[in-house]
């Protein structure tokens, strides 16, 4: 779907009132789902996602031998 | 003040139709957005619309007053198009609802809704019933293209809406 000014003016003002859904063109969306397409507000990260910036993580700290306490059990020593 | 501009995407003005047999009177909005939402047809092309909302007025003299004395008396209500013939809009339909030369030729009463200005969240519409009339396709050989006018013969009051 191809949106216009006007449908990004409809969303915003969805989003600040707090409306759940919005019709464009005819089409009932998901405002926050509206939004994200838009670029209004960045995409919620999915739960697949979240897991791979945390391994992500935990292999940088690795690399730099630094291991919190309370991590995975893993220790230099 | 705004205006009602209709000159890009998503502000067209849009018509729907719904003549699928079933009697929606007591509840309009059910023909387009309810359990009729699937015979409805988007009347396409058009090139000018129309809705005419006269309300009728009787009027006489006195002798006893200088200017003429007036009441109203119930209101002729009506929507006119002009559109250009879409294949499947006039002859095939959508659903149950039949092509627009079949519910003339039948005369199918008709639901109908016009946005103003598309059909987005906030946007104004008014519906009604009616009757298809006034169809009178013509092409020539300087504009070959088949067009028609159209006019919904409303009867009843128009209801006012907001998608």
Do not use: C
């Amino acid at each position: 779907m191809k949106f216009s000014p006007k449908h990004k003016r409809v969303v915003e003002e969805h989003l600040s009132s707090g409306k759940h859904t919005v019709i464009l063109d005819g089409t009932k969306w998901e405002t926050h789902i509206a939004a994200q397409m838009m670029g209004i507000v960045a995409p919620k990260k999915s739960k697949k996602d979240k897991y791979r910036n945390k391994h992500a993580d935990l292999e940088q700290t690795l690399d730099t031998g630094h291991i919190e306490d309370g991590g995975d059990g893993i220790s230099e020593e | 003040m705004a205006y009602i501009p209709v000159n890009s995407t998503a502000e067209f003005v849009r018509l729907e139709i719904n003549a699928d047999g079933v009697d929606y009177s007591g509840n309009v909005a059910a023909a387009f957005d309810g359990a009729g939402s699937g015979n409805v047809l988007v009347v396409p092309a058009l090139q000018d619309v129309t809705v005419n909302a006269t309300p009728g007025t009787f009027r006489w003299k006195q002798l006893d007053s200088l200017s003429e004395k007036v009441v109203t008396i119930p209101s002729t209500n009506s929507v006119s198009v002009t559109m250009v013939l879409d294949d499947t809009a006039f002859f095939t339909g959508a659903g149950n609802t039949s092509g627009i030369f079949s519910i003339t030729n039948n005369k199918t009463e008709t639901y109908f809704r016009l946005y103003w200005q598309g059909n987005t969240s906030g946007d104004k519409y008014i519906e009604g019933n009616g009757y298809l009339e006034a169809l009178a396709p013509t092409v020539n050989p300087d504009a070959p293209v088949w067009t028609s006018p159209l006019t919904i013969a409303v009867t009843g009051d128009y209801t006012e809406g907001t998608v």
